[in-house]
């Protein structure tokens, strides 16, 4: 069983930067393609990141992309999002999820764990 913490959210002006982590327990992490997902008040969980079981490939919404950056540390457990130049528009709460899979997908209902969420907004 795996089970993940989101951390990093929290208020940032538009223009600013926010650097999200989810941390692991359970063993076998690194056999786990991993991803971002983030839900908006009113809207459906949409897909934002996610990254293969190395780190070597990663995929990103348009909506974020040259903007946000994934990124893991097998050693640590960990995966991270790294998001700079926030609008506003990207205010909602952020899910990592884990899938036992061996290449990423942008498929929510692929994903076999999820985190609590964190709240990520951004005031204009």
């Known amino acids: 069983q795996v089970q993940l913490v989101e951390s990093g959210g929290g208020l940032v002006q538009a223009g600013g930067s926010l650097r999200l982590s989810c941390a692991a327990s359970?063993?076998?992490?690194?056999?786990?393609?991993m991803g971002w997902f983030r839900q908006a008040p009113g809207k459906e969980r949409e897909f934002v990141s996610a990254i293969n079981r190395s780190g070597g490939s990663t995929a990103y919404a348009d909506s974020v992309k040259d903007r946000f950056t994934i990124s893991r540390d097998n050693a640590a457990n960990t995966v991270f999002l790294q998001m700079n130049s926030l609008k506003p528009e990207d205010t909602a709460v952020y899910y990592c999820?884990?899938?036992?899979?061996?290449?990423?997908?942008?498929?929510?209902?692929?994903?076999?764990?999820w985190g609590q969420g964190t709240q990520v907004t951004v005031s204009s």
């Open positions: 999820a884990f899938a036992k899979r061996g290449s990423y997908t942008t498929r929510a209902y692929e994903y076999d764990y």
């Open positions: 359970g063993r076998a992490f690194s056999s786990y393609v």
